[in-house]
């Protein structure tokens, strides 16, 4: 491990140290000593957290929201890739299509919630949809602008050598995006994460949206705290998963 790379642990370390001295310092400061304030310091927090690992059902909760944010990122993806070659590779079409998209990117997902309910109900269907919606623009749009960035001698050489169009989609084209595709994914992941939660608010019964729910229903605050504080930590875990397959994918480029 190089000295740049410990030296931007140590400092990446720093900052949430930092982070967690303010988070002490607004309770002390601001709260009451035996008020509902020391329900959300430091150590209520992180006990109710060592507590909450050792449920069996905080783990069937982390399970299912991940399995939507995969599937609403997988259909992302299936529309999104696809949509974005289209657009990348004809000036016609962008031109025709960029005003509609960005006047549906614009639109919050989360404003056509009660739309979706009442067409597909409460359950998997609608927290499946509006987190596609919300994760296929990043992809759709970074997947266009790396078609737009591909050497035109690749594409040249393509023709020069008579291949097809599905031979030049698999070896030049797509290999030329997934760059792109990455960059678009981890993208993606940052907002199904934000969408995801209150998605999980709909009515179902399990999933960690839904157990924000339940502990402040159940008035747990320092467990709707250790929630909280899981769920920024199981974000920051799916953001590094992806941007350590984009710096392997640009490595091996």
Same mark, same amino acid.
């Given at each position: 491990?190089?000295?740049?790379?410990?030296?931007?642990?140590?400092?990446?370390?720093?900052?949430?140290?930092?982070?967690?001295? #303010?988070?002490?310092?607004?309770?002390?400061?601001? *709260?009451?000593?035996?008020?509902?304030?020391?329900?959300?310091?430091?150590a209520a927090t992180f006990s109710s957290?060592?507590?909450?690992?050792?449920?069996?059902?905080?783990?069937?909760?982390?399970?299912?929201?991940?399995?939507?944010?995969?599937?609403?990122?997988?259909?992302?993806?299936?529309?999104?890739?696809?949509?974005?070659?289209?657009?990348?590779?004809?000036?016609?079409?962008?031109?025709?299509?960029?005003?509609?998209?960005?006047?549906?990117?614009?639109?919050?997902? #989360?404003?056509?919630?009660?739309?979706?309910?009442?067409?597909?109900?409460?359950?998997?269907?609608?927290?499946?949809?509006? #987190?596609?919606?919300?994760?296929?623009?990043?992809?759709?749009?970074?997947?266009?602008?790396?078609?737009?960035?591909?050497?035109?001698?690749?594409?040249?050489?393509?023709?020069?050598?008579?291949?097809?169009?599905?031979?030049?989609?698999?070896?030049?084209?797509?290999?030329?995006?997934? *760059?792109?595709?990455?960059?678009?994914?981890?993208?993606?992941?940052?907002? #199904?994460?934000?969408?995801?939660?209150?998605?999980?608010?709909?009515?179902?019964?399990?999933?960690?949206?839904?157990?924000?729910?339940?502990?402040?229903?159940?008035?747990?605050?320092?467990?709707?705290?250790?929630m909280v504080l899981l769920i920024g930590?199981?974000?920051?875990?799916?953001?590094?998963?992806?941007?350590?397959?984009?710096?392997?994918?640009?490595?091996?480029?």
């Amino acid at each position: 491990m190089s000295k740049d790379t410990i030296s931007g642990w140590l400092l990446g370390l720093s900052g949430l140290a930092g982070l967690l001295f #303010l988070w002490w310092g607004g309770v002390k400061v601001f *709260g009451v000593a035996e008020g509902l304030s020391a329900r959300f310091s430091l150590a209520a927090t992180f006990s109710s957290l060592w507590e909450l690992f050792g449920r069996g059902e905080l783990y069937l909760h982390i399970v299912v929201s991940l399995k939507r944010i995969f599937v609403g990122l997988f259909l992302a993806l299936l529309v999104g890739v696809p949509l974005g070659l289209l657009v990348g590779s004809s000036r016609n079409l962008e031109a025709a299509t960029t005003p509609a998209f960005q006047f549906l990117r614009m639109i919050s997902p #989360l404003s056509w919630m009660p739309i979706v309910v009442m067409l597909m109900g409460v359950g998997d269907q609608p927290i499946y949809f509006l #987190l596609a919606f919300a994760a296929v623009w990043p992809i759709m749009l970074n997947t266009a602008a790396g078609v737009r960035q591909l050497d035109p001698r690749w594409l040249q050489l393509s023709k020069s050598l008579s291949a097809t169009r599905w031979e030049t989609l698999r070896r030049v084209i797509i290999p030329g995006v997934v *760059g792109h595709v990455l960059t678009g994914v981890r993208l993606a992941i940052g907002i #199904l994460w934000i969408v995801l939660v209150p998605c999980e608010m709909l009515g179902v019964s399990a999933g960690l949206g839904y157990y924000i729910l339940d502990t402040r229903d159940r008035l747990a605050y320092s467990e709707l705290m250790a929630m909280v504080l899981l769920i920024g930590l199981l974000g920051f875990a799916l953001d590094a998963f992806a941007r350590g397959l984009h710096q392997r994918w640009v490595r091996a480029g």
